[in-house]
């Protein structure tokens, strides 16, 4: 079982940053792919990017591609999402997940993540 809390989400200026966190526990966190997502009002959860459980492979949704990055920490549990020039189209409710297959490659499907966070809020105005 793991369990995720996320945080660092808030109120933003078009162009500016903000860096999500998200603290997990269990204790097959290190070994399980990890992924962020979003959802926006009105419209499904969406990927936006995931990473390998060692950290060295990651992948990204085209829309955030060059703007986000996610990395990890396995030895504080940890995985982030340092987002940068952030545009009014990236207000959405941002998740953090992990799927439960050891050592998997991630997956950019809602569908494959078996441990999800509440989500936290990210606004960005013009």
């Known amino acids: 079982q793991v369990q995720l809390v996320e945080s660092g989400g808030g109120l933003v200026q078009a162009g500016g940053s903000l860096r999500l966190s998200c603290a997990a526990s269990?204790?097959?966190?290190?070994?399980?792919?990890a992924g962020w997502f979003r959802q926006a009002p009105g419209k499904e959860r969406e990927f936006v990017a995931a990473?390998?459980?060692?950290?060295?492979?990651?992948y990204y949704a085209d829309s955030v591609k060059g703007r986000f990055t996610i990395s990890r920490d396995n030895a504080n549990n940890a995985v982030f999402l340092q987002m940068n020039s952030l545009k009014l189209e990236d207000t959405a409710v941002y998740y953090c997940?992990?799927?439960?297959?050891?050592?998997?490659?991630?997956?950019?499907?809602?569908?494959?993540?078996?441990?999800w966070g509440q989500g936290t809020q990210v606004t960005v105005s013009s």
């Open positions: 990473i390998t459980y060692n950290g060295i492979t990651t």
């Open positions: 997940a992990v799927d439960r297959a050891l050592w998997g490659v991630p997956s950019i499907k809602v569908s494959e993540y078996d441990y």
């Open positions: 269990g204790r097959t966190f290190s070994s399980c792919p």
